[in-house]
C-alpha cells in the first residue's frame, strides 16, 4: 500500500496506483461523502425547507442527477486516468476550463468546512471540562460564536492545524483506516441518540414533518437547495470524483460502486434527519417557528438538549458522539485539503511542501475572515447585507461562501461537465468505459436521457428561475 495516498500499487492503468478493489474505491469516496453535508447541513436544510417534501426532492435528485453525474466523473477519470483539469484537457484542449472552474470550489468550501469543524471541536472539548445541562442553556452557541474573543477562532485553529498536519505528515491512510472502525461506532451511536430524542413529548410532529410530504411546500429556492445538497454531499461539480475515478480498476463495476456510494451517504443524510427534525420539534414545543428558525446551528442548538436527557451519562454522550463527529468532519476536510494541495501544487508546478504552506496559509486567512463575520463584524454597519444574503447588519460570510459554492459554482459546474460528456465525448463513452470485462450497465437510457436533456435543461431552468425570484421579477 502507498501510505501517501492508501491505494495500492497495483500498475495495470499505465502506472497509476490503483484502488486495491471495488470496495477501497467505494469506500474511499464514502469516506469522503460522509461528512457534515450529512450529519449538520442535510438536517437543517431539510428542516427549513418544508421537511418531507425536501426529502422527496432530495432522493430523486440524488437518484437521477446525481447518479449520472456521478457516472460522468468517474468515468472520465478512469477513461483518462488523469486528475480533473487533465481529464478535461487531455480530450479537447478547450474544455480544461471546466476542470479549472471545478477546482475553484473546494478552496471555498474548505475554509468555511474548518469553521464548523471547530464548532464540533468545541462541542467535544466542552463535554469533556462542562456540566452537560450548561451546554443545553438556550444561547450557550449564540455566546460562543457571537462573542468578540479569541475562542472561536482557537477551535477553529485546532481543526484545521489537526488536519494540516495529517496531510503534511503523511498519515493520513492511518486516519482513513480507523474511520473505517469509527464511522459504524457513529452511525450506531446515532441510532441511539434518534430512539431517545424520537421518544421525547412532541417528537412525534416532527417525524410526521420529515416523513409526510406537503407539496404545497416546493417552490424553486427549495429545489435549488436541493440540489446544491445532491453535490455537496456527493462531493460532485468539484472534480474530486474524477480524481477518484483516475485511480478505479478496469475490471471494477462502476455503476454499482455509484449506486452503493449513493445509497449509503443517503442513509446516512436520512438518520441525521431523524436523528435532530424530531428533536427539534421537541425541544421547542410545536413545530411553529422551525422552517424560519433551522439554520447553521440547528445541531448545535438541538442536540445539547437529547443529551442533557441522559442524565449521569448525558457528558458521555455528548463527549463521545462530537469527537465521532469530529472524526467523520477531519476526514472530509482532509480529503478537501489534499485536493487543494494538489491542485496548487500542479497548477504553479512547485514542490507538495510549498504547496501545503501556500494552501495553509490561505485557508487560515479565509476561515478568520468566515469566524469575523459572526463576531467582529456583527452590528459594524447596521444597513449591511451581504450581497443580499443573510439578515441586515449580518456579515455572514459562512453563508455567503456555502452559497457561492453550492448555488452557483456547483451548478454550472455539473452544467458543463453534462454538455461535456452528453454533446462532446457522447453519452457513448462513459458507456464503453463502464462496459468493460463483461460488465453491462443497467441503467444506460437514464443516464444517457439525463446527461443530455434533462440535467442540464433543469440546471439551466432552475438557475434562471431562482435568479428571476431573487430579483423580484417572478413569485414562485
Ligand atoms: N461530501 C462531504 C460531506 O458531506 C463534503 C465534501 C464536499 C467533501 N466535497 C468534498 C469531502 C471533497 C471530501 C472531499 O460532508
Redesign the pocket.
Known sequence: MNEETGVSTNTTGGGRSLFSGKMGFVLSAAA???????LW?FPYLAAKYGGGAFLIVYLLLVATFGFALMMAEVGLGRKTRLSTIGAYKSIRKKWAFVGVLASAV?FL?TPY?AVIGGWVTKYTVSYFTTPADQIAQSGYFTSFITEVSPETFVYTFIFLAICIAVVAFGVKSGVEKSSKILMPVLIGMSVVITVVGCMQPGAAEGIAYFLIPDFSKISVEMVVAAMGQMF????LA?G?MVTYGSYLRKEDNLEKSVRNIEVF?SLIAILAGFMIIPACFAVTGSGAGVAENAGPSLMFVVLPQIFSQFGPAANFMGAAFFLLVLFAAAT??I??LE?CISIVSDGLKCSRGKSIVICSIFMFVVATVVNMGYNVWIGVDPEFVLFGIGQQGDHQILDFLDFLSNTIMMPIVALLTCIFVGWIIKPKAVIEEVEQEGVTMKAKKLFTVMIKYIAPVFTVAILIGYVLMAVGAINL
Open positions: 469522503s461523502a460522509i461528512g457534515l453535508g450529512n447541513r473546494p468550501i468546512y455537496f454531499s456527493l462531493s468539484m474530486i451517504d472530509s476536510s480529503s478537501l485536493a
